[in-house]
C-alpha cells in the first residue's frame, strides 16, 4: 500500500511498525528507530522522494561531529538504508539513496579471548551463586546477551545439558556441562518456573520531596493485605535539612518501601545488570575489561583449539554466515602454531 500522502513523522512510526514485522531483533529496532527519527529531524517536512546520496552525506558528516567511530558510521548508513528499503517499497521514494553512498571499509580487530585459566579465575571472582551461575552459562554455551536474558526455565533441559534459546538467527538447542549444571542447581535451588535469572530489584524505592512546608517521604504499602496498596507520606524535616540528609532519613525510617509487594509478572536482569556484573568479576580478578562477548569469543576459541570442525561452531554460535565464524579461526592458537611447528624447516 502506498504511504506517499503520510507525513513524514508518521512515516518513521510506520517503519518502526515493519521493523517489527520483519522480525528485527529489539535492539536493531531501537537503533534503527532513533537513527530514523534523527534523520527525521535532519530533513524536517520536506518530502523523503528528494533525498539524494549528497543529503546522506551531508547528515552523516553532521553526525560525525560528535566524533563517531566507523563502526557507528556504518551502523547509521544500514539503519538509513533499511529505512529507504522501507519508503521504496511503499511507493514514497523511487530510489534508496543510502545504497549510493559507500564508506570505508571498517578495519577488523582480532577478537579477544581469554585462556581457560583466566575463564576459570573470572567464574571464580563471582560473589555470589547467581553470578558465577551466569558467567559459567555464557562461557558454556557461547550464547549472545539478549539469547541469555530471555531463557526460560522451560526451555532447561537438565537431563540432556541442553537450552533452547531464540536468537537474532532463529530458534537453535546449545549445550551446557556438568560444571554449569552444578552452577545453575546452587542458583536455582527449587525454584522451577520463570525466567533462568530474574531481576530482584524492588517494583519501588519510594520518593522524597519538598512539599511547600517540609520535606516528606512518599510511598506505597502493600502491607494491608487488601491487594491494593495504600499511599502513605511522612514528615522527614525543615527546607534546612536538603534532599540528601531528607532521603538517608527516609531510607532509616522506610528501610524497605517495597515490602510486602510481590511481583505479578517477574522480568529478566537487563543488559545494565548483566555489565555490572561483569565488571565486578573482571575488577576481582584483575583482568581488566570483561564483557559477555569475551566469554562468546573465548567459548568459540577454545572449541577451536580442542579440534572441533568449524562448521559445528558455526552452529553452536547461530551465525548465519560462515565468514561471520571464520574471524574465530585467527583467534584459536593451537591449530596454527602446530601447522607452524610442522611444516617450517626452522620451527
Not at 527519527?37 to 543529503?55: A, H
Not at 507520606?233 to 524497605?256: H, Q, T
Not at 562468546?296 to 568449524?310: E, K, P, Y
Request: charged residues 25%; proline residues 4%; aromatic residues 10%.
Amino acid at each position: 500500500m502506498s504511504l506517499t500522502s503520510l507525513a513524514n513523522e508518521e512515516l518513521v512510526r510506520r517503519f518502526s511498525e515493519w521493523l517489527v514485522c520483519q522480525r528485527y531483533s529489539r535492539t536493531t529496532r531501537e537503533v534503527y528507530n532513533r537513527i530514523a527519527g534523527k534523520f527525521f529531524r535532519f530533513w524536517g517536512r520536506r518530502n523523503f522522494s528528494y533525498v539524494s546520496p549528497l543529503d546522506i552525506h551531508q547528515f552523516l558528516t553532521k553526525s560525525s561531529d560528535r566524533d563517531l567511530s566507523g563502526d557507528v558510521v556504518h551502523r547509521y548508513l544500514w539503519a538509513l538504508r533499511s529505512f529507504f528499503d522501507f519508503l521504496c517499497l511503499r511507493g514514497v521514494v523511487d530510489e534508496v539513496a543510502p545504497r549510493l553512498v559507500r564508506s570505508r571499509p571498517a578495519r577488523r580487530r582480532l577478537l579477544r579471548a581469554l585462556s581457560e585459566a583466566n575463564v576459570r579465575r573470572l567464574i571464580d571472582s563471582a560473589k555470589n551463586p547467581r553470578d558465577r551461575a551466569i558467567l559459567e552459562l555464557f562461557y558454556a554455551t557461547g550464547c549472545r546477551l539478549s539469547e541469555l536474558v530471555n531463557i526460560r526455565l522451560e526451555h532447561v533441559d537438565f537431563a540432556k545439558g541442553t537450552i533452547l534459546v531464540r536468537g537474532k538467527g532463529g530458534d537453535r538447542r546449545v549445550f551446557f556441562g556438568m560444571a554449569a549444571k552444578r552452577k545453575l542447581r546452587d542458583h536455582l535451588k527449587s525454584r522451577k518456573t520463570g525466567y533462568l535469572f530474574e531481576s530482584q530489584y524492588p517494583v519501588q524505592k519510594g520518593c522524597v520531596s519538598w512539599n511547600g512546608s517540609c520535606w516528606a517521604g512518599y510511598w506505597l504499602d502493600y502491607n494491608e493485605g487488601s491487594g491494593t496498596p495504600r499511599q502513605r507520606c511522612i514528615a522527614l524535616g525543615p527546607a534546612s535539612m536538603g534532599c540528601d540528609r531528607a532521603w538517608a532519613k527516609f531510607r532509616k525510617l522506610v528501610p524497605n518501601p517495597d515490602r510486602g509487594h510481590v511481583r505479578k509478572n517477574p522480568h529478566p536482569l537487563g543488559r545494565s545488570c548483566i555489565a555490572e556484573i561483569f565488571n565486578e568479576a573482571a575488577c576481582r580478578s584483575g583482568l581488566g575489561k570483561v564483557t559477555s562477548h569475551t566469554l562468546r569469543h573465548s567459548f568459540a576459541t577454545h572449541l577451536l583449539d580442542h579440534g572441533a570442525d568449524i562448521r559445528h561452531v558455526q552452529e553452536l554460535l547461530g551465525h548465519t554466515s560462515l565468514a561471520s565464524t571464520n574471524r574465530y579461526a585467527n583467534t584459536a592458537s593451537m591449530p596454527i602454531s602446530q601447522a607452524y611447528k610442522k611444516f617450517h624447516p626452522r620451527s
